[in-house]
């Protein structure tokens, strides 16, 4: 059957296969699986990082030095020349940024950073702000306040 000849009744839909219904199936008795072995038992196939009686590669490679990205704080970031497009004279906090979208949520603590020009006069809260983010929001007469 070719693609041109499915029609809305004819070969739409393929049947599935029908495994271990008897030999004139052509798939009945071991149902394709082979004879024994650990491949056609139920739930069957070795994980992927089996190497079969060899010592695996994690175990042989040494363990070596500490990451701390689990004691890390992760920080929402907002910049300053995103906080231009509020209106003059807004209170600006986490959760004014995520009701517009600048901030996926209100769970993670706020830092402002400071890429870009600022040319209104914004109340800003927030629970960190880099140093070029404080003067740039200072500079344009707007206020800050630390959570």
């Given at each position: 059957m070719?693609?041109?000849?499915?029609?809305?009744l004819v070969g739409k839909h393929k049947a599935r296969r029908r495994i271990g219904r008897g030999q004139g199936s052509g798939l009945g008795k071991t149902s394709g699986k082979g004879h024994k072995g650990q491949?056609?038992?139920?739930?069957g196939m070795p994980p992927i990082t089996s190497e079969g009686g060899q010592m695996p590669l994690f175990r042989r490679l040494p363990k070596r030095g500490f990451n701390n990205v689990n004691f890390a704080t992760r920080y929402a970031?907002?910049?300053?020349?995103?906080?231009?497009?509020?209106?003059e004279g807004t209170r600006v906090d986490a959760e004014v940024l995520s009701n517009i979208g600048?901030?996926?949520?209100?769970d993670l603590p706020l830092k402002v950073l400071g890429d870009?020009?600022?040319n209104r006069k914004l109340t800003v809260v927030a629970n960190?702000?880099?140093k070029s983010a404080l003067q740039k929001i200072?500079?344009?007469?707007?206020?800050?306040?630390q959570l």
């Open positions: 070719m693609n041109h000849e499915i029609t809305s491949k056609s038992r139920a739930g970031i907002v910049n300053v020349s995103q906080l231009d497009c509020f209106d600048l901030v996926r949520g209100t870009g020009e600022l960190k702000f880099s200072t500079s344009a007469g707007g206020t800050i306040e």
